[in-house]
């Protein structure tokens, strides 16, 4: 037996999971073992969870491989471990309780259950009530005389059928027989609504196409046709989830397929999880845009609201997501439960962090206390106080102790340093985790706040900051006002530090960049006399203003620097200042430094900053509250971005090698004055007359040597087939990397 750490929930530590028998075989035909079913789901999970998270799972197990009888499992063991959320629903002959599985961790635990197969529903729970449907699903089941081939056929007709109606069809391989269609809905619709519609269309498909498609569920009705079942839609039914692994002879798993493989059907097989893993490092989620995000969660908030009834308890229980505040304020509430002990939580990133401290926070350095991390409370909390009935989660009265605000000098996983300033607190405290959910509270012997960040008299120039990040999110519909919007330039992400007439350049990362470009060192002569910390983008930008990463990656030389923060001035944090603050001194310091150019703000709501994005072809909009403080390293949504889809010409330098079709993806770059510059490889958006076309116009250009003038990595030349670079085209994609490489890029087609 072994203990292996997997991702927790988002902003969660890890999960600890207990796996056993991971050689035991489970398909003996292939010898894949129950390790390597564990390490797929792990491995997917990223992938698979958005299509999963919130739905009851119902887990099909082979506990002993799949030459073995199976079961299907409903009902949560009572075994299983508390981190897993859960949710009850009531059948007309008995209370399930099912598991909802959200993170990493709960996928392993799904391989060490042997849980080959995963199934869902097609609603999501709205809290603890079944919510309505988010999607519709056809299930092409071949009859006997029918085959791949035929399911194909009838996915498309399915595709055309929804698409008249303005509705988008994404299709995947089921890893058995058939094919499933799913469809997004784009409104709350109830389950019988959806049920209603899918048969609808069922029923026109037969009449359409009576000697290819049945929806009729009789057996004899299917010979030779494709049966399209719509039944699945009902509340009670359930499917299996895509990425699912199937409990059959060969370890298939349900596979996302792009529309040019349906239509290229003779080709068409089901596909087995190593290569389903293997397309998704390859092309991404193509079931990206299938499941909107959850309306109430699964969020920080999520295992909260599992714990408490608010018809019950006088506790704040909201339903909305948690939205960032001032992230500074603390409370530390005397709590008389079963035993008398204090909870300390401190405000962060919308929610408060908890823990329990069973005899109270340490006054001297000599005291340390226990401290049990609990769940995450609501903000609301900081203001709580009252009586919790009997037969309630914490049971028992609770005061407010004390209150007040914060400084964070450090916040890891495993490490919590602050300083408090409250009524009765004063002074630094540490939280260090021991094992699990057991922490010590330290009141420290050195009361010399460590943290360059903040004013202590000193003048220390703060060095290597992380920069703040921004969560990506819908910026539309942001108001003006209360959020400003700045453009997200096609750069790399510096922090410039000038100490009297020095300039440092720093890397996102940590690392010293200031010879890579030069051009910026005219700051310290601009700035001379003064000591400042400033957040920006290096970028290089071409006749209209606009930034162009190849022109950067091919000569960083030529870049300069575009401010949008600004940390630390003459031996005063920022760090705490809100952010139009913090805005009004970089205009200022702006207006004395010619090399600092100031990112423009727009005064507009959300929706006009990304018309105006786009109509300049600027990669998106990065949106920022004006009361946000600045959180180095953290990702936070008091800053939020939106990217564009964007278009690019390029030309094809190399292709990569595949078994099952013309090419595995392009190799492409962009000309410039030092020749081509590699940006990426373009794997989605041929169909299989496209990729027959281009690989014969390839073919004749083939080169010994890359054509391409800068540094690729060994795994971006592993298996390339380089060529002469004539042939042009178009892509579309949604962003750069870090490392210059395109993000999510499909191809457009051919241009001369």
Known sequence: MVYREFRGRPGEPEIEVELSNLDKVLYPETGTTKGEVIAYYSAIAEAMLPHIVGR???RKRWPNGVDHPDFFEKNLPEHAPAWIQRRAIEHASRRVVYPL????????????QAALEVHVPQWRFDGAERG???????DLDPGPGAGLAECARVALAVRALVAEIGMRAYPVTSGSKGIHVYVPLERAVSSPGASTVAKQVATNLEALHPDLVTATMAKRARTGKVFLDWSQNNAAKTTIAPYSMRGRAEPNAVAP???????????LRQLRFDEVLARWHADGDLLADLDPPLPSGPDALTRYRSMRDPARTPEPVPAAAPRPGSGDRYVVQEHHARRLHWDVRLERDGVLASWAVPKGPPTEPKQNRLAVRTEDHPVEYLEFRGTIPKGEYGAGEMTIWDSGTYLTEKWRDDEVIVELDGERLHGRYAFIRTSGDQWLMHYMRDQTRREPLVDNGSGDLPHGVSPMLATAGEVDALPAGEWAFETKWDGFRVIVEVDDGTVAVRSRAGNTVTERYPRLAALGAELAGHRVVLDGEAVVLDERGLSDISALQADPARAVFVAFDVLFLDGTSLLRKKYRDRRAVLEALGRLAPSLNVAALQEVSGAEAMRVSREQGQEGVVAKRVDSVYLPGKRAKTWLKQRNWRSRAVV???????????????????PHESGLVYIGRVGTGFDAEQARRLAAELRPLHRVSSPFVNEMTAEECHDAQWVTPKLAGTVRFQAWTDTGRLWHPVWDGRSE
């Open 101 to 112: 599985i959200d993170c990493e961790a709960g996928m392993a635990w799904l391989g060490q």
């Open 56 to 58: 009851p799972v119902t």
């Open 257 to 267: 397929r792009s529309w040019a493989e349906i239509e290229d059907a003779e080709s």
């Open 132 to 138: 309505p449907a988010t999607r519709i699903v056809f």
């Open 652 to 670: 094809i330098g190399g292709w990569r090698r595949s078994d099952k079709r013309e090419f595995k993806s392009l190799l492409v770059g962009i």
